[in-house]
């Protein structure tokens, strides 16, 4: 298994930051239709250590206790957006938190399709009740924002766990995606 689009990465630092214990969330997504693809993932969870921000894109790094100890997340994001000829970017300090940056060029030949992007947001806030997630998708000129907060204020607490609820929440991310345009971007 690997991840195949630039959405399966977005998924991989969105639970990367779900991991560091923060309580808010911010997701911005921003696209020049054919040209660029860029995202940033920003947390106020434990922060990654100056001495250890080398050693988290070694591959072979993880605080994770896993059968086969390696995080790919980070190492394998850098290098997919590098190759592309765009930018990839870790600012962190220990117990502030972390904000991960990374840029596409889409006109590449090695850049990988973008994926499904409601399907995406839709997994990011409901991937933690814990985290509140402010999440800002821009394509072109136009864009849109909303919140976990506002979700669980107009469908109620239990939003992210209720099956009608998350149809309604995941409907609404595709309309959203619908009025940008954006939908034939699904490959
Ligand atoms: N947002 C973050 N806040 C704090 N630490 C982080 C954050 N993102 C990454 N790290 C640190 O970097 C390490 C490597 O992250 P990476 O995503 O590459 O691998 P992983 O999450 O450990 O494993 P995998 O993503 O393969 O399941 C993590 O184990 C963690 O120590
Ligand atoms: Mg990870």
Not at 11 to 21: C, K, Y
Not at 63 to 87: D, I, S
Not at 124 to 143: A, C, K, N, P, Y
Request: negative net charge.
């Amino acid at each position: 298994m690997g991840l195949r689009t630039i959405c399966d990465h977005i998924l991989d630092i969105a639970q990367n930051a779900v991991d560091s214990g923060t309580k808010n969330a911010e997701l911005k997504i921003q696209e020049k239709r054919g040209y660029s693809f860029s995202f940033s993932v920003l947390d106020w969870g434990k922060g990654i250590p100056s001495e250890l921000l080398e050693t988290v894109l070694d591959p072979f790094y993880t605080e994770k206790r896993k059968k086969v100890k390696f995080g790919l997340g980070l190492p394998m994001l850098k290098f997919a957006a590098e190759t592309t000829g765009g930018r990839f970017n870790i600012c962190s300090k220990s117990g502030a938190g972390t904000e991960i940056t990374a840029s596409f060029l889409l006109s590449s030949v090695d850049c990988q399709p973008v994926g499904d992007i409601p399907s995406t947001l839709f997994a990011v806030i409901t991937m933690s009740d814990d985290v509140d997630w402010t999440v800002e998708r821009v394509l072109d000129e136009d864009g849109y924002t909303f919140s976990s907060s506002q979700f669980r204020e107009a469908l109620g607490n239990d939003c992210f766990t209720f099956p009608v609820k998350m149809k309604i929440i995941l409907e609404i991310l595709q309309e959203a995606e619908i009025s940008l345009g954006g939908l034939s971007n699904v490959y």
